[in-house]
């Protein structure tokens, strides 16, 4: 659970790869209790400042549903 909440995007990490590098943390604590939102909020905040820029580019991830911001992502 620790690994989640201080989830990172690495510095040579594309946006696919930290996706990718979170779903496989997630699956490995399955029983996280995390909203589909908290995931989403997780996830956005480990992400590096120009990656989250261009996310927030079609509006800020932070404001949309669990829904849309996982599409955005």
Do not use: W
């Not at 946006?15 to 490995?28: D, I, N, P």
């Not at 209790?33 to 905040?45: A, D, K, R, S």
Request: proline share 4%.
């Amino acid at each position: 659970m620790e690994e989640i909440n201080n989830f990172q995007q690495e510095p040579d990490e594309t946006l696919y790869q930290a996706c990718e590098h979170f779903k496989e943390l997630l699956m490995k604590c399955s029983q996280h209790y995390l909203t589909e939102m908290h995931e989403v909020i997780l996830f956005y905040n480990g992400l590096d400042v120009p990656t989250r820029q261009i996310l927030d580019s079609r509006g800020a991830v932070p404001t949309k549903t669990a829904a849309d911001a996982k599409k955005a992502i």
